[in-house]
């Protein structure tokens, strides 16, 4: 993969001059220590023990560069930048730091570590914006623990309660409440603030995790829109009985029921504008001479158009009872989030950030969810996007290019800066 174009040297008067690439890439490696897989991947679960180290990680930076660190009880944790007018709201910007079980180094941690060097280089022109800017870490942001994800941002923005937050359980049977208590104790240093509170404005760095931008030779995507996601959990029951001694005819087999619905959910979601995937399976009893008894999967759906991603969820019912065969069905409802379209302003403000630094870009839409969504009913929200190799994420491969992530970090600062100093 070809480097991006050397960009010509900004302004001093804007923060990206003051944007360290090397700080950044060294802390993107270091963080990867936290949850380091053989394969050169990153296992991060939310409030493991090794989020609580990356955690700590990215606070000690921020509390070195004298930033105000704080956290709510969702887990959210939040870096400030004192601003001219320091009741004004806000600028937020941020990610999250957990990961995929097999996840790489770089989705997530790459917009916190962003986040970060964003608000350095704005204190290295040594004079503030008028309004604070605040670098957010949002809490099980991946939700490969505790599903689904974005609850920290959720909460954060009203969307989500606790109660329901701390309801869910892993797949050890650890309740995130449980975690997120061993989580906020270990961090007694950390100032403990009000669950949410009013932003000018958000905006978030990320990876495409796909291919478009590395196709077109684009370092920078202003992000226009985020297609809708609807989830769903299919438990198929059949009953456990001898795999060499009860006859076909006889036979209750709830795996062999739930491949022809997977099967035929696969045909009928076949087209190229359907996201679609069964990304979780599990088998009772799970034994070589057992018919199963029980099998439980996730149907994830995903298009840009909020209508038809109603119509596509609905027909999944349609196919499992089509399906099934002598087996019994329970399906129940995870996620259901439309289509949403950002604002046009904040889109240009990226593309005008990134052509004033001579960065090829290019607006696109968004086929994987992000806490952007969370906030952009409270405030006018955006996301920046850098280029992944073969677009390749959730991946132990996953990886980016050191210029690209100097170069998302540049806009992200300058962007923040001219919304931070916007009336």
């Known amino acids: ?74 887990g959210n944790l939040f870096l400030k930048l004192e601003g001219l007018e320091p009741d004004a709201k806000p600028v937020l910007t941020g990610a999250y730091l957990d990961t995929q079980p097999a996840g790489g180094k770089y989705a997530g941690s790459f917009g916190v570590v962003a986040a970060l060097e964003a608000l350095q280089a704005v204190q290295a022109m040594g004079r503030p914006a008028s309004r604070p800017l605040i670098a957010a870490i949002w809490a099980n942001g991946e939700g490969s623990r505790f599903s689904p994800g974005y609850a920290g941002s959720e909460a954060f923005a009203g969307l989500l309660s606790l109660a329901t937050m701390h309801a869910v359980t892993d797949g050890a049977g650890i309740s995130c409440r449980d975690a997120l208590a061993s989580t906020l104790a270990a961090e007694t240093d950390i100032a403990r603030i009000g669950l949410g509170f009013a932003c000018s404005a958000y905006v978030e760095a990320h990876l495409e995790q796909g291919p478009m931008l590395e196709q077109r030779g684009s370092t920078i995507g202003a992000v226009t829109a985020l297609q809708g996601v609807r989830t769903c959990q299919v438990r198929v029951f059949g009953e456990a009985s001898h795999a060499g001694t009860t006859p076909r005819h006889r036979r209750r087999d709830a ?26 399976l599990s088998v009772e009893p799970n034994a070589p001479s057992v018919i199963a008894r029980q099998v439980t999967f996730v ?27 002598p087996c019994r ?50 405030c006018p929200t955006g996301i920046i996007f850098i280029p992944c190799r073969d677009g390749l994420s959730h991946n132990e491969a996953e990886a980016i290019e050191p210029g690209h992530a100097h170069a998302g970090a540049q806009v992200l600062a300058d962007v923040l800066w001219d919304l931070a100093n916007s009336t």
């Not at 062999?256 to 996201?275: N, Q, V």
């Not at 119509?311 to 089509?322: A, F, M, N, Q």
Request: aromatic share 4%; proline share 7%.
């Open 329 to 378: 069905l329970e399906i129940q409802a995870l996620v259901d989030k439309p289509a949403i379209t950002f604002p046009a302003d904040i889109a240009r403000r990226i593309e005008q950030a990134a052509a004033a630094l001579s960065l090829p870009h290019m607006p696109i839409l968004s086929l994987a969810g992000h806490d952007a969504r969370s906030l952009v009913k409270t």
């Open 255 to 280: 795996l062999k029921a739930a491949m022809r619905i997977i099967a035929a959910l696969d045909s009928f979601y076949a087209s190229p504008d359907i996201g679609f995937a069964v990304g979780q």
């Open 1 to 74: 993969m070809t480097s991006p174009r050397t960009p010509r040297r900004p302004s001093p008067t804007l923060p990206s001059h003051s944007v360290d690439g090397a700080r950044l890439w060294f802390r993107l490696q270091d963080l990867a220590r936290h949850g380091a897989t053989r394969s050169g991947g990153v296992n991060r679960p939310a409030f493991s023990a090794a989020d609580q180290a990356a955690r700590r990680t990215v606070t000690g930076w921020a509390q070195e560069a004298g930033l105000a660190v704080s956290g709510d009880a969702a």
């Open 299 to 325: 149907v994830d759906i995903r298009h840009p158009d909020t209508t038809t991603l109603q119509r596509l969820g609905d027909t999944v019912r349609l196919i499992c009872e089509s399906e099934k065969g």
